[in-house]
């Protein structure tokens, strides 16, 4: 039973698209995030949401655009996809905002041609 | 500004073979460090939090320990499954629920 899910593992998408990546835990955490891991492997915070409301946000174009409809779920869509948005995308949840233990999902690796 | 270095890039050992990982961490107040493992084609998967200088944790051939600038991963007579890409990260006491990567570590073990 898979604690951090996230859809989709792939996704090609050629240029000027938008797509979305859905993610869900069934952990029972209050507290959501996105990181974004790019080709050096280095893993950087995008957004966090704690009980549906956005708690971070950092220096992201605003063609990402978060979405946290419940605790259990927070979706990231992305509006004119450039190629440097190429990376694999991680969802992650932990119990309140100190982030003790973050569980993290298998990401979403988007390319974009 | 925030920082966390890890080194070194690489590591090749035998099995058996000791060694370990260094991360190097500038925060403007540490909340806590962490270890994560990351496999290929997988989400991080947590290990270890420490949160004081001297603190030590340990986990199979695992142990984590901290100083007041740096932390490093022990890896004691390691074995092929140990193969992974180890991350360090930093919380500070100002910024809620951010953690801080470094690079990683990848780590090899041969047979």
């Known amino acids: 039973d898979t604690a951090v899910s996230q859809t989709p593992k792939y996704l090609v998408t050629q240029m000027g698209n938008d797509k979305s990546i859905k993610c869900e835990q069934n952990?029972?955490?209050?507290?959501m995030y996105w990181y974004k891991q790019d080709s050096k492997k280095f893993l950087k915070i995008m957004f966090s949401y704690n009980n549906k409301e956005l708690i971070i946000n950092e220096t992201v174009p605003n063609r990402f655009s978060p979405k946290s409809p419940d605790k259990a779920h927070l979706n990231l869509h992305i509006n004119s996809l450039e190629l440097g948005d190429s990376a694999v995308y991680f969802c992650?949840?932990?119990?309140?905002?100190?982030?003790?233990?973050?569980?993290f999902g298998q990401g979403t690796r988007l390319t974009v041609v | 500004e925030d920082q966390v270095t890890q080194s070194p890039e690489a590591l090749r050992l035998q099995e058996g073979e000791s060694s370990s990982l260094n991360c190097s961490y500038t925060?403007?107040?540490?909340?806590?460090l962490f270890w994560y493992r990351q496999d290929p084609g997988k989400g991080p998967e947590f290990l270890f939090t420490l949160y004081s200088a001297g603190e030590e944790k340990e986990k199979e051939r695992l142990k984590a320990t901290l100083t007041k600038k740096e932390s490093f991963l022990h890896i004691t007579a390691p074995k092929p499954e140990d193969s992974a890409t180890y991350l360090c990260?930093?919380?500070?006491?100002?910024?809620?629920?951010?953690?801080?990567f470094g690079a990683g570590t990848q780590v090899v073990v041969t047979p």
């Open positions: 952990l029972g955490h209050d507290t």
């Open positions: 992650a949840s932990s119990q309140g905002i100190m982030n003790t233990e973050a569980f």
């Open positions: 925060v403007s107040g540490l909340r806590g």
């Open positions: 990260a930093a919380a500070s006491t100002d910024s809620w629920g951010k953690l801080q």
